[in-house]
């Protein structure tokens, strides 16, 4: 059993832990250290700056920084081999003789600065970042530890999920004043003893890479890169109420989520058009001889809502085949026998509900048995059209009455379900279980990965002696500093340059040399519907967003496919991407000044510089 190893800092770094006979830098020396590298090149440079000069290693320890408060990046370091590399080492080495005699060298490391926040970036911000350490044995010199791979010993770190206690400072908070939550099985789980490693947590390797120290001796560091990129995927973790609080809400079932995102949801929309309808036809110009405009417009609404009515009809027939298989064979036959409590009520729903003479059980059936006719259908729905199907059921309408005299008439909205108790029926009659795959839950892991609170993180390191047995446990290092994982947009992060080349002769001598080299292939249903939305102009679409009287419905018509005689085609467009640059630019600016008039972004949104002599045409 041994009871002499250690983890400590990285050893260059050992000068920098202060007084050993202060008990708070005897734990920083005992604490694994967090690099930060600047370019795509981290590894080489982290290579040859061990080979080198490795007393550097403090100008790349992580310390808190934005884009607009960059640290001095240090100097890269030097690619030395051979006899060179000898003397350039022995230089070295004879130099920090000098610097250090007579006393002894002490210092501070920059991780942590009061008000500032240590934040790893991503690799597309051109950050990187590694965990070093070393293994030592207390014992004179302190030696390293080889890690015997023939006894199953390896070395890892792991990443612990901190809840900040009460009292702990929300700036920098101190990992012995937070709940570290291990990840295991993708899920966060509290930490009774944060000092050992939880069953089945998840481990991520350390790799050896070895230097001469200043004594000659070859000595051997232990890194890990860190995965910032992996952020939202910790974060979409799920994880236990904090210390003392509230539990937090049971997770929405898969298959309920599926039913929001394929039933529940569809039918509010649809009656958002039919309530916008009534709307919209009420607010016509009273002084109209007739209501055939609001008779026109309430139409169209309902024929909208009909053929969205069908292919809803569709996907809630197949949900209740899949979760419901009695309620869903008692549609095929007719007949409710055999259901238990909670199914009968869904199935009272279903045969209570009707509309235009049939129940939404019927309906069921009915959009079941031309689910082929409305997979194929092509055209814009219209009564009578034998390309969709015969029979109507619409789960909300909006009607127009005439009004005395020829006035104009009333509007008004009605509803054949209701959506809230047909979604609790249907929830409390499925089985406990499910068998089936579970449906990936999008929207609660996006909210998940965009917390409204900092989320903090920190690192351990874990040596592991399986051949010891269970009298040696995992040994594991003090935590690292407390950090964040930035997101890809984070406001504080740098970015990497990004420069798009405009075209710079924008005549029509210069714009015709370039190749119309980036082809879009169309089908038939979307040439027809790009032909008739090419026939608009920028004024149709500002118009049909207008109150009353400026209000004017887009005439979108049929949007039949596009055909020649009968037969129908699609479309190879080639366009210049060059010339597709402008034209989204132009767009841009466009979109951008109009809604700078409710967000007032425009001086936080672009900078133009001047570039004297930069002429389309050479003079």
Not at 216 to 234: A, K, M, N, T
Request: hydrophobic residues 40%; aromatic residues 8%.
């Amino acid at each position: 059993m041994e009871g002499h190893l250690e983890w400590t800092m990285a050893a260059p770094l050992w000068q920098f832990t202060g007084d050993p006979q202060n008990a708070e830098d005897r734990r920083q020396f005992r604490t694994p250290t967090i690099l930060r590298f600047a370019t795509d090149s981290f590894m080489p440079d982290f290579i040859n700056l061990l080979s080198t000069e490795a007393q550097r290693l403090s100008e790349f320890v992580a310390a808190p920084e934005t884009w607009s408060s960059p640290p001095n990046e240090p100097a890269p370091p030097a690619s030395k081999s051979g006899m060179a590399l000898v003397l350039f080492r022995a230089r070295n080495a004879a130099v920090r003789k000098l610097q250090s005699r007579g006393s002894r060298v002490l210092g501070q490391l920059p991780t942590t600065v009061p008000g500032k926040v240590l934040k790893l970036y991503q690799p597309a911000h051109g950050r990187f970042y590694l965990i070093a350490t070393c293994l030592v044995c207390r014992v004179l010199g302190l030696p390293d530890r080889r890690i015997d791979a023939g006894a199953q010993e390896r070395v890892s770190f792991v990443i612990r999920l901190l809840q900040p206690q009460v009292g702990a400072d929300p700036q920098n908070p101190d990992p012995r004043q937070c709940d570290e939550l291990a990840l295991v099985n993708g899920a966060w789980q509290a930490l009774i003893d944060p000092a050992t490693l939880a069953p089945g947590e998840e481990q991520r390797p350390l790799s050896p890479a070895a230097y001469v120290a200043d004594d000659q001796r070859r000595r051997r560091l232990l890194v890990g890169l860190v995965p910032v990129g992996d952020r939202e995927r910790l974060l979409q973790a799920t994880q236990p109420g904090p210390t003392g609080g509230s539990p937090p809400p049971p997770l929405v079932d898969g298959r309920q989520m599926l039913l929001k995102a394929q039933v529940i949801y569809p039918l509010k929309t649809l009656e958002d058009i039919a309530k916008t309808a009534a709307a919209d036809a009420t607010n016509q110009n009273p002084q109209a001889p007739s209501g055939d405009q609001a008779k026109a417009m309430v139409a169209i609404a309902n024929h909208r809502i009909q053929a969205v009515s069908y292919y809803v009809l569709l996907d809630l027939g197949k949900f209740l085949a899949a979760n419901l298989p009695n309620v869903a064979a008692a549609i095929a036959t007719g007949s409710p026998a055999n259901l238990a409590l909670a199914e009968q009520a869904v199935w009272n729903t279903l045969s209570q509900t009707s509309d235009s003479g049939h129940s939404l059980a019927q309906a069921l059936k009915l959009a079941s048995a031309a689910e082929s006719k409305l997979e194929a259908a092509t055209t814009t729905y219209q009564p009578g059209d034998t390309n969709w199907p015969s029979f109507q059921f619409q789960f909300y309408r909006a009607t127009y009455i005439d009004g005395p005299g020829g006035q104009l008439g009333t509007t008004s909205s009605s509803s054949a379900i209701d959506r809230a108790e047909l979604e609790q029926q249907i929830v409390a009659a499925m089985p406990a279980g499910n068998a089936n795959p579970p449906f990936p839950v999008r929207t609660v892991a996006q909210a998940n990965a965009n917390p409204q609170q900092p989320v903090w993180f920190t690192m351990r390191c874990v040596l592991e002696r399986p051949a010891c047995g269970a009298l040696t446990p995992p040994l594991v290092s003090e935590a690292t500093v407390a950090f964040q994982l930035a997101a890809y947009f984070d406001p504080d992060a740098p970015s990497r340059p990004i420069r798009i080349g405009l075209p710079v002769d924008t005549t029509p001598a210069g714009l015709r040399k370039f190749d119309k080299n980036t082809a879009f292939v169309m089908s038939d249903t979307l040439c027809g519907q790009v032909s008739k939305m090419s026939g608009m102009s920028f004024a149709d679409l500002i118009m049909s967003v207008l109150p009353f009287p400026l209000h004017k419905d887009l005439n979108t018509g049929d949007m039949k496919p596009c055909s020649d005689g009968g037969t129908s085609f699609g479309m190879v467009c080639s366009f210049s991407i060059p010339i597709i640059t402008i034209v989204a630019l132009i767009l841009l600016i466009i979109f951008v000044k109009l809604l700078d008039i409710i967000f007032f972004w425009m001086p936080f949104f672009q900078i133009c510089l001047p570039l004297p002599k930069f002429s389309a045409k050479e003079s």
